[in-house]
């Protein structure tokens, strides 16, 4: 995002001016210990050793060791949403909650330790009929080479509370 389109959507009234503004997180890297500490706390990649054997995960599979679970992937998405899309202005978190997704895809694997980031873009904003809007924005984390390992429309619900 461009200073000037940051600018720009500072002046802007509502949340269907946010249609087109995009941004991109910071490069994170996800390491062996918080994919080891997920599987224990939720049981996704417990006793899989694809995500928890580094050995034989170098040894067989083409990535050079394990990969990141995929909703682990999806569980970083609100901290890279909130470090990239600083264009639309001062709101209230609070009242912008998860509505969930129209779509879903793990398209690649991430290697543990390898650097990535999220990219966002609002693609629609509608009236929900129990007011408030629905935000739908196109989110993906990529990796270093711009290889994408997930793909989705990500939905929120913004009510009039948030602009207050």
């Known amino acids: 995002m461009t200073d000037a389109s940051a600018g720009h959507a500072a002046e802007r009234k509502g949340p269907e ?4 503004e995009e ?7 996800i390491g062996q210990e918080t994919v080891d500490q ?5 049981g996704d990649g417990e006793g899989e050793w694809v995500h928890r ?5 170098a040894r067989e599979l083409p990535y050079g060791g394990t990969i990141v679970p995929g909703f682990l992937q999806v569980a970083h998405l609100t901290k890279l949403f909130a470090e990239a899309l600083t264009s639309l ?8 909650l998860n509505y969930g997704f129209d779509r879903l895809r793990f398209v690649s694997p991430l290697p543990v330790g390898a650097k990535f980031r999220a990219r966002f873009r609002v693609k629609d904003v509608r009236a929900h009929p129990s ?3 629905v935000v739908k924005q196109d989110a993906a984390l990529e ?10 429309e990500w939905l929120f619900h913004v009510s009039e509370r948030a602009f207050n």
Do not use: F, M, Q
Not at 38 to 42: G, K, N, P, R, S
Not at 53 to 57: F, S, V
Not at 143 to 152: H, I, N, R, Y
């Open 89 to 96: 202005g001062d709101i209230d978190p609070n009242h912008a």
């Open 131 to 133: 007011g408030g809007y």
């Open 17 to 20: 001016a946010w249609v087109g």
């Open 53 to 57: 054997d580094r050995e034989r995960a």
């Open 23 to 29: 941004g991109a997180s910071p490069w994170h890297v």
């Open 143 to 152: 990796k270093e080479d711009g290889v994408p390992t997930l793909a989705a």
């Open 38 to 42: 997920y599987a224990v706390l939720t």
